[in-house]
């Protein structure tokens, strides 16, 4: 679907005309910030909030993050990071401690490997800082788009998008976008979202489609956002 930030996303086929608003982007985003006051936070934005801010916490936090539910993810993490917060602490761990202190979280084993090898590759190859490029951070194993993407966004604040299933489904189901993967619709959206909401639609939307924009039944009624989202997919029978 075409539209741009400062124009009206089309409504689509079927839709009575004059029945939706203008989707204003920036409306959106002053809207979804009063809704998710009351939400619980999306898991590295509750740890930067926290004290884990630093790109190393927040690289590993990702990592773990990965198939993990936010509520898994985030008292994992506490109990990591009371043992070890940099890679020179953590290369002290040995795996089998640290899948240990990992349990809970997806594939324990395999990223208490994947970390080990990071955190020894940031220590001995990087002189001890985190690579701040999307280049750097997907050459270390274990990490993909979506790892890098968070830690860029949090960890260093720069202007990254991370697109997950939530962030995916409503900016598609607004009309925002109109893509059938997660990858796509972050080139999307790297297209046309203006950059200051770069770094906030992840962390706005992540709660905002656990707990309103749902997967099979989105509570269209409650939501702030109902007169500008063109419903796409949504059965409104």
Same mark, same amino acid.
């Given at each position: ?12 086929? #079927? ?48 990592? !773990? ?8 993810? !985030? ?28 349990? #809970? ?69 607004? #009309? ?24 906030? !639609? ?36």
């Amino acid at each position: 679907m075409s539209g741009s930030p400062n124009h009206p996303v089309p409504v689509p086929p #079927g839709t009575a005309a004059g029945s939706k608003e203008t989707f204003d982007i920036h409306e959106v985003f002053n809207r979804l910030r009063a809704a998710c006051l009351r939400l619980p936070k999306a898991a590295m934005f509750q740890l930067r909030d926290e004290g884990y801010r630093t790109p190393y916490e927040q690289l590993i936090a990702s990592l !773990i993050s990965t198939r993990t539910l936010d509520e898994t993810t !985030i008292p994992v993490c506490r109990r990591l990071f009371d043992r070890a917060r940099t890679p020179a602490a953590m290369t002290a761990l040995d795996e089998a401690e640290l899948a240990a202190l990992l349990r #809970g979280a997806t594939f324990p084993e395999p990223k208490a490997r994947d970390i080990l090898a990071l955190s020894c590759s940031i220590a001995e190859r990087h002189d001890g800082t985190v690579p701040d490029t999307l280049e750097g951070l997907t050459a270390f194993r274990g990490v993909g788009p979506k790892v890098a993407a968070l830690t860029l966004a949090v960890g260093f604040n720069k202007p990254a998008i991370c697109v997950d299933i939530h962030v995916h489904r409503v900016a598609n189901r607004w #009309g925002y976008v109109a893509e059938p993967t997660p990858e796509r619709t972050m080139a999307a959206l790297a297209s046309k979202l203006p950059q200051q909401y770069w770094i906030e !639609i992840n962390e706005r939307l992540v709660p905002f489609g656990k707990h309103v924009c749902t997967g099979p039944r989105p509570r269209c009624p409650a939501c702030p956002l109902l007169s500008m989202c063109r419903q796409v997919g949504v059965d409104r029978a």
